[in-house]
């Protein structure tokens, strides 16, 4: 995913925004405003995932130690 977004963060600020009709302009702006969106739900989902490892790891070792 993050090779998505950042070949779109490429690829919109190549865009010559002084050419763009005034639609084209609120398009891009949405498209930016959608793309950090989705950044900042990338580093939310990764966050997410290390607490997962996290809670995971801890209820393995409970179901280890409470074996004994």
Request: proline share 1%; net charge negative; aromatic share 2%.
């Amino acid at each position: 995913m993050a090779d998505t977004i950042a070949e779109t963060v490429d690829l919109l600020y190549t865009i010559d925004q002084e050419n763009l009709t005034p639609d084209q302009q609120i398009a891009l702006g949405s498209a930016l405003a959608n793309l950090a969106q989705a950044e900042r739900l990338a580093q939310i989902n990764e966050r997410l995932r290390g607490i997962h490892q996290v809670l995971n790891a801890w209820a393995m070792k409970a179901t280890v130690d409470g074996g004994r």
